[in-house]
């Protein structure tokens, strides 16, 4: 058998009366990346957030590396890395500080090359909020590779890039599955990104079409 690194049955989730997630049911094997299209308001964000637990599902399930997303929080972040929409980067400290914050966190090490990898090594002591939206893009780059997830989930990682950012993506995703990671990219740039992705899942209204 295959083994899994994300599987999820029937679930759903809402805000008020409207379902953006409703009963989706897939599994993703280890070390594979996946696409996830849609438009906007199709529910790649909830999903993304549900799997890695920022959020709660209203009903179903899913597990994230063999945890459940309810009752086994913890360890999902433990093992994943969520680039969000929201940065959540501490705006009065430097590129390298928050860096440092995570790594004393996650017991991780590598702060100089991931700065370098991302292209912020001129940058890197200037407080964050001097910094483009394509800077901090960046810069949440280097904090997702930094933890070296198992599973890493990217959503619209090509948001507020240059075309050279935009070659960072796919790097970055190349060096995650070199290191058996699985990646889960909810995006609009399905052209770019289905050159490289095993499969793919649209949603549209919170459900699975394709």
Same mark, same amino acid.
């Given at each position: 058998?295959?083994?899994m690194?994300?599987e999820a049955?029937?679930?759903?989730?809402?805000?008020g009366?409207?379902w953006?997630?409703?009963g989706?049911?897939f599994?993703?094997?280890?070390?594979?990346v996946?696409?996830?299209?849609?438009?906007?308001?199709?529910?790649?964000s909830?999903?993304?957030r549900?799997?890695?637990?920022v959020?709660?599902?209203?009903?179903?399930?899913?597990?994230v590396?063999?945890f459940?997303v309810v009752?086994?929080r913890d360890?999902?972040r433990?093992?994943?890395a969520? !680039? @969000?929409?929201?940065?959540y &980067?501490y705006?009065s400290?430097s590129?390298?500080e928050?860096? *440092?914050?995570?790594?004393r =966190?996650t017991r991780?090490?590598?702060i100089?090359?991931m700065i370098e990898?991302?292209g912020l090594?001129?940058?890197?002591?200037d407080?964050?909020?001097?910094y483009?939206?394509?800077?901090r893009?960046r !810069? @949440?780059?280097?904090?997702? &590779?930094?933890?070296?997830?198992?599973?890493?989930m990217l959503? *619209?990682?090509?948001?507020? =890039?240059?075309?050279?950012?935009f070659?960072?993506?796919e790097?970055?995703?190349?060096?995650?599955?070199?290191?058996?990671?699985?990646v889960?990219?909810?995006?609009h740039?399905?052209?770019r990104?289905?050159n490289?992705?095993?499969?793919?899942?649209?949603?549209?209204?919170?459900?699975?079409?394709e």
């Amino acid at each position: 058998m295959v083994a899994m690194a994300v599987e999820a049955v029937k679930l759903a989730r809402r805000y008020g009366r409207r379902w953006a997630l409703a009963g989706v049911t897939f599994g993703i094997p280890k070390g594979a990346v996946v696409m996830i299209a849609g438009r906007n308001g199709s529910g790649k964000s909830t999903l993304l957030r549900v799997l890695s637990t920022v959020i709660r599902p209203d009903a179903g399930s899913a597990t994230v590396g063999g945890f459940d997303v309810v009752r086994q929080r913890d360890d999902i972040r433990r093992k994943s890395a969520l !680039l @969000s929409h929201h940065s959540y &980067l501490y705006e009065s400290l430097s590129a390298r500080e928050n860096l *440092e914050i995570l790594a004393r =966190l996650t017991r991780r090490t590598g702060i100089e090359e991931m700065i370098e990898r991302v292209g912020l090594a001129g940058r890197a002591d200037d407080p964050v909020n001097t910094y483009s939206a394509g800077m901090r893009k960046r !810069l @949440s780059f280097a904090r997702v &590779l930094l933890q070296r997830p198992e599973i890493a989930m990217l959503d *619209e990682p090509f948001g507020q =890039l240059d075309p050279a950012g935009f070659a960072l993506v796919e790097e970055v995703v190349g060096e995650l599955k070199k290191q058996g990671a699985t990646v889960l990219l909810a995006t609009h740039q399905v052209e770019r990104v289905e050159n490289f992705s095993d499969f793919g899942i649209t949603l549209e209204a919170g459900r699975i079409i394709e």
